[in-house]
C-alpha cells in the first residue's frame, strides 16, 4: 500500500517547482482515493521529496527532513488560553503531526482580549472544543485531541505517554511543577512559558534539569499564582511569548538552531528590552 501511495502522489505532483509540490485539492484527492487520511499522504509525499504547498515557506529554513520530522511529532499543550490558543495555531500552521490539547476550563469574556480561541460567539463553551475546531479550519490534515481536563499528578503520565514534547500554557505554578516532574519521569522535553503585563519568560527543560525549581522553588512553597493576578494581561504578550515557545518546538523537534536549555530568556515588550539569566547545567543561577 505504500508504494502504491507512494506512485500516486509521484504522479499528482506539481513539477514545474523545485521542490516538487502537492496542492490542498490533491491531498485530499489522493486521500480519498487511497483510503487514508491526509496526514498520511503528506508524510508519504514528504519522505519522497514531495512538499504540500501550504510548508513550501517553511522549506528554506527547515528543510523537506525537518518538515517531515514537525509532521510525525506529536506535541502537548496544556491550557489553551492566551499562550496555549496562539501555539496552537502557530504549530498547526507550522504542521506539527497530532497536538494533545487539554484544558478543564470554558471562555469568559474577560478572554476576549488576548485568547485567540475566544469569540463573542463561544463564551461558556470549552477552550479545548475551540482548539479542536480551530485547526480544523486551519489544517485538516493536523490531528488535534482535545481533553476537557486538568492534568495533575494521578493523571499526568498516561496523558502524556507518546508526546516528543509538552508545552506548558498553564497559569498557575503548581500545576507547571506537576507537568515538569512529569515530563521528566517520560523523558520527554519541556518548554515553559509565562506572561504577566508586558513581561514574558520562556525556559526549555530537559529531563534532568532542576528547571522551574530555580525559578519557584519547591512545590511545597511555589506560590499558587504569579503577579499576572495583578498586573493582567494585555493582548500582545501572551502572542509574542507563543510565538518564542514554537520557535523552541521546532528547534527540539527539528534539531535545528540552539535552545533556551539552562537559561531563562526574559521579555519586556514596554521597553523593548530583553535579558537572559543564565543557570548552571544542574540548575543553579551562575
Request: proline share 4%.
Amino acid at each position: 500500500m505504500a508504494d502504491t501511495l507512494a506512485a500516486m502522489v509521484r504522479s499528482r505532483a506539481k513539477t514545474g517547482t523545485q521542490p516538487p509540490t502537492l496542492t490542498i485539492r490533491d491531498v485530499g484527492k489522493l486521500a480519498a482515493a487511497a483510503g487514508v487520511t491526509r496526514r498520511e499522504v503528506e508524510l508519504c509525499a514528504l519522505a519522497g521529496g514531495v512538499v504540500p504547498r501550504r510548508y513550501l515557506r517553511n522549506i528554506g529554513t527547515l528543510g523537506v527532513e525537518g518538515q517531515l520530522k514537525l509532521r510525525r511529532a506529536r506535541v502537548a499543550v496544556i491550557g489553551a488560553g492566551g499562550l496555549g490558543g496562539a501555539l496552537v495555531e502557530l504549530l498547526a500552521r507550522l504542521g506539527v503531526g497530532t497536538l494533545v490539547v487539554a484544558d478543564a476550563d470554558t471562555f469568559t469574556e474577560d478572554n476576549l482580549n488576548r485568547q485567540l480561541l475566544s469569540t463573542e460567539g463561544n463564551i461558556g463553551e470549552g477552550k479545548a472544543a475551540a482548539a479542536a475546531e480551530r485547526v480544523s479550519r486551519i489544517n485538516s490534515a493536523v490531528e488535534v485531541l482535545p481533553y476537557k481536563m486538568f492534568v495533575d499528578d494521578a493523571n499526568a503520565d498516561g496523558f502524556l505517554s507518546g508526546c516528543d514534547l509538552v508545552i506548558d500554557a498553564l497559569d498557575d505554578i503548581p500545576s507547571r511543577l506537576v507537568l515538569q516532574r512529569a515530563a521528566a519521569r517520560l523523558r520527554i522535553p519541556f518548554i515553559h512559558g509565562a506572561i504577566a503585563g508586558f513581561v514574558g519568560e520562556l525556559m526549555t527543560v530537559f529531563p534532568g534539569d532542576r528547571g522551574l525549581e530555580v525559578l519557584y522553588g519547591e512545590a511545597a512553597s511555589a506560590p499558587e499564582k504569579g503577579i499576572e493576578v495583578t498586573v493582567g494581561t494585555p493582548t500582545v504578550t501572551p502572542v509574542a511569548v507563543a510565538a518564542l515557545q514554537a520557535a523552541e518546538a521546532v528547534k527540539v523537534i527539528t534539531g535545528i538552531g540552539e535552545l533556551m536549555r539552562d537559561r531563562v530568556l526574559f521579555i519586556d515588550l514596554e521597553t523593548g528590552s530583553t535579558s537572559t539569566l543564565e543557570l548552571s547545567p544542574r540548575g543553579g543561577a551562575r
